[in-house]
């Protein structure tokens, strides 16, 4: 391996498709010199069950995206390292040894943090453990689980994208306790609730919320809710059939196949001032007080306001190579047997 990357810098080398070797081999390069200045370590597409200990060796790494890896080595030998500049861990299953990892301090600067696991308890148990990620800014979870007491998340969080969570009732009553969170991102089966409820004096920073593929066939809204959210939108809700009247922050609202009932009832509500309302397919371009336009991209990073810092470092950023004939800059994967 560190013969093959002779020559790379490796920080901008290819570590996706070719990390389908034997952990021995992937030990041996992380031992090497050549790894020294990685800084993405993409391994989404790797067959490894688990990293080796050499990954505390990777001190530039910022960014380590993993796939279906059980956790990182919680042996050090003797000296126990900390990966201090890493910002993002990405689809880490949340098992125990993670958490030890967490409460231990080993990424003592993670601002943006993707939870997968098919194991809601968990998940669950994991989410207790954030508090002591101080910088943590950006939490995304795609796993059954419940949510813990508010006082369990950093105080630094400020997004939060839920999808195949099934989260109940109290789901709501936890996430508008947050004080600083201003982007919440509710996908497919997020939620497992057919009336979704926002208290009064709920979610006082939130700015962006976006509702995705839900099954709910109703929204309350109690009073003072939301008051700084500018940004809303609805895709997807076939079963949702009303809106409240109450939002009067809201700047930008899309809605993207609603159901007849919603389209009538926003109607009225685009007539207020100062709104700019999608709506896709559109019913009657004739209507003037519906702006019609392409429907966004809900996940695109436009749809932020006050977002957290970018963690994404464009010199660092790894991309699979346009002609891999040319050993003086790729790294030629392993054939397949």
């Known amino acids: 391996m560190a013969e093959k990357c002779e ?34 370590l993409d391994m989404r597409e790797s067959s490894l069950s688990n990293l080796p200990d050499g990954i505390w060796k990777l001190q530039h790494l910022r960014h380590l995206n993993l796939f279906h890896l059980r956790s990182l080595p919680e042996h050090w030998g003797t000296d126990e390292k900390s990966l201090e500049n890493l910002q993002t861990l990405s689809c880490m299953r949340p098992q125990k040894g993670m958490k030890r990892l967490m409460v231990r301090a080993r990424f003592p600067n993670i601002n943006k943090l993707k939870l997968a696991s098919q194991n809601p308890d968990e998940t669950a148990d994991f989410l207790g453990s954030l508090d002591h990620l101080y910088h943590l800014q950006s939490l995304k979870i795609e796993s059954p689980s419940k949510l813990p007491d508010p006082s369990a998340f950093p105080l630094t969080l400020t997004k939060i994208t839920l999808q195949d969570t ?76 009303d809106f409240p009247n109450s939002l009067s922050s809201l700047r930008i609202l899309e809605v993207i196949f609603p159901t007849a009932n919603l389209r009538k009832a926003l109607q009225d509500y685009g007539c207020k001032g100062g709104l700019e309302m999608i709506i896709n397919p559109p019913q009657d371009e004739s209507n003037a007080s519906t702006k019609i336009n392409p429907p966004q991209d809900v996940s695109d990073a436009s749809t932020m306001i006050n977002p957290p810092q970018n963690v994404s470092d464009a010199s660092t950023t790894i991309n699979p190579p346009q002609d891999v004939s040319d050993a003086s800059t790729t790294i030629n994967p392993p054939q397949d047997n």
């Open 166 to 241: 099934t989260l109940g009732d109290s789901c709501m009553k936890r996430l508008e306790k947050l004080p600083n969170l201003r982007i919440l991102k509710l996908r497919k089966n997020s939620v497992s609730i057919e009336e979704i409820t926002f208290n009064a004096g709920g979610f006082p920073q939130l700015q962006v919320l976006q509702m995705v593929e839900l099954e709910i066939t109703k929204w309350t809204q109690g009073g003072e809710a939301m008051v700084n959210l500018r940004h809303l939108v609805i895709k997807k809700c076939v079963h949702l059939t």
């Open 7 to 40: 020559g790379l810098p490796l920080s901008l080398a290819i570590l996706g498709r070719l990390l389908v070797m034997q952990g021995d081999s992937f030990e041996a390069w992380m031992f090497s010199q050549n790894s020294t200045t990685v800084k993405t």
